[in-house]
């Protein structure tokens, strides 16, 4: 089930908010676990029994864990184990396909006959779930997390369905309480409903919209540079209002039922350096690397080939949890040498002067290039030129550089560009504009979401982004 979606906006979530405050607060938790398996697997419904096998599996695992009975050794056999446990589930169904894949790549580049290579259905959001179950074991064994009292609550938190399919990844730490106790507030409640609304004219208007000029002119054959760079000027607002916009939602969503989910996105075009842009872009994917993968390598303790090795790792694993595929490990390479360029470290501060600022953004076309991913085949002209993805616009692809050009600066999409670009550079964000709810906030909040529905039934099915990962 997607956000964006009339099965969403007009049936579940009006009955799940229904229910969920005719119901005392005893009974809420097992409600939103059971209209979260209902959100999760309303396509796929085997996916929940995954869902639930690994939940299991690492409520137990933390039981154990924190048991004062438990041995060192134990503790640290268990710990192992539901850590393997989950990254084995997590590379067979995220990385089987791709392994096989290369593994006939191999066998044909010696000269051997491949393989029939078997099908793997990828769960939806089990890159999210997976790395919220690793922290809650970790954690546990650290002491920096309780365990959870009830497996219900831990299933709930597995399950929350605001956050399950595409994040933010929450750490159990920080909503640990609000499974015995939450504040409902109309003040909260309507807070969620405006970064609900925000969210989703993000998804609806804006991302969208800078999608359809982003696939004509990645697939376009050989457009001008100048169009080049409106192109992936046009993903990089897509990639930012399409996943911002779903946090939003995310977080909207968890105010509704009383829960804080926390933010994830801070205005990162603004950054100043590369350290400060991964402080605002996916904040708690990059706090959850830093604190789980790059501090327990060492970190910057050890010199700076040292720290630059470690970068390189954590890149490395945040770019193949991205998604299975080479142009992810290009754009890990590509992030590290942006780090190096740059002489920034992970925990540095990002108090750099306007050289330090223009580094930032000459990188990050790097960024969205390695990210959209190459097609086949030689490319001419500039360098995002060479970054194609597929073209769903419109139903045919851009042959021309002056088809193209018409095409993407038409008057519509200029406009949508600038309105993009305002919103970007503005400091005042949705989280900012949530903070208080009034009649002129209102006044334009409705029509906004009115303009939304109607965009949105207009527009052919459209899933967010971070879905595939």
Not at 155 to 179: E, K, M, S, W
Not at 303 to 327: E, F
Request: one cysteine or more; a positive charge; hydrophobic letters at 45%.
């Amino acid at each position: 089930m997607v956000f964006t979606s009339n099965i969403f906006l007009f049936y579940f979530l009006p009955l799940v908010l229904l229910l969920y405050y005719a119901l005392p607060f005893r009974h809420r938790n097992a409600l939103l676990t059971l209209a979260a398996y209902v959100f999760y697997g309303w396509h796929k419904p085997w996916f929940v029994l995954l869902m639930m096998y690994s939940t299991v599996c690492d409520y137990y695992a933390a039981r154990i864990i924190a048991a004062p009975a438990s041995s060192q050794r134990l503790r640290k056999g268990t710990l192992a184990m539901a850590v393997i446990n989950n990254l084995l589930l997590l590379a067979y169904f995220k990385y089987g396909v791709f392994a096989q894949e290369n593994a006939n790549a191999l066998l044909h580049l010696l000269g051997q006959q491949g393989f029939r290579i078997m099908q793997i259905t990828l769960p939806i959001g089990i890159s999210f779930y997976t790395f919220q179950t690793i922290s809650y074991t970790v954690d546990v064994y650290r002491g920096t997390a309780p365990p959870a009292r009830r497996l219900s609550d831990f299933t709930c938190f597995v399950a929350l369905f605001p956050h399950l399919i595409a994040g933010p990844i929450v750490r159990y730490n920080t909503i640990a309480d609000q499974f015995g106790h939450r504040r409902h507030t109309y003040e909260r409640f309507a807070s969620g409903v405006v970064l609900f609304i925000l969210g989703f004219a993000k998804k609806i208007l804006l991302a969208n919209a800078m999608g359809r000029i982003a696939d004509v002119v990645f697939a376009a054959d050989s457009p001008d540079a100048l169009t080049a760079w409106w192109g992936l000027a046009a993903y990089a607002g897509q990639i930012y209002f399409d996943f911002s916009g779903y946090s939003d939602i995310a977080v909207g969503l968890g105010r509704m039922v009383g829960f804080e989910i926390p933010r994830n996105f801070n205005s990162p075009y603004l950054s100043r350096s590369l350290t400060e842009f991964w402080q605002r872009w996916h904040m708690s994917l990059s706090s959850f690397l830093r604190d789980y993968l790059y501090f327990p390598l060492g970190g910057n303790r050890y010199g700076a080939r040292r720290s630059m090795i470690n970068l390189w790792l954590v890149m490395l694993i945040g770019g193949l949890w991205h998604g299975a595929s080479w142009k992810f490990v290009l754009w890990a390479r590509t992030t590290g040498s942006g780090w190096r360029w740059n002489g920034v470290s992970p925990n540095a501060t990002a108090a750099c002067g306007r050289s330090c600022r223009g580094r930032c953004r000459s990188w990050l076309p790097l960024r969205w290039c390695c990210w959209r991913g190459c097609r086949s085949g030689p490319r001419t002209g500039p360098p995002p030129l060479r970054t194609c993805g597929p073209c769903s616009a419109w139903g045919r692809r851009c042959r021309t550089a002056s088809s193209c050009a018409a095409r993407v600066f038409s008057l519509n999409h200029v406009m949508m560009m600038g309105i993009c670009a305002f919103v970007v550079t503005r400091r005042t964000q949705a989280w900012d504009l949530a903070r208080d709810v009034s009649w002129p906030k209102l006044a334009w909040l409705v029509p906004l979401f009115v303009l939304g529905l109607a965009a949105m039934y207009t527009q052919s099915f459209n899933p967010f982004l971070y879905f595939r990962f």
